[in-house]
């Protein structure tokens, strides 16, 4: 399985898209917006920022293990 490591991360507040490499290593729990300075997190149930707001799931999730364990 191949895993993709570059995923878009999306503002929900002013839709700006930012094309972000996910950490392989660590979680990223809070994402500032690089346009209006929001600081995003994960929607409930979901275990990082490029889960909720990125155009790919974070690696972990790609290969069907648990996140940031």
């Not at 490591?5 to 979680?27: G, K, N």
């Not at 729990?29 to 790919?56: H, I, M, Q, R």
Request: glycine share 2%; charged share 15%.
């Amino acid at each position: 399985m191949n895993v993709i490591l570059e995923s878009v991360i999306t503002c929900p507040h002013c839709s700006t898209e930012r094309a972000e490499i996910m950490p392989v290593d660590a979680c990223m729990y809070f994402y500032e917006c690089t346009n209006c300075k929001t600081l995003l997190k994960p929607a409930s149930g979901d275990c990082c920022v490029f889960c909720t707001y990125g155009t790919e799931k974070c690696p972990p999730i790609q290969m069907n293990k648990s996140c940031c364990a």
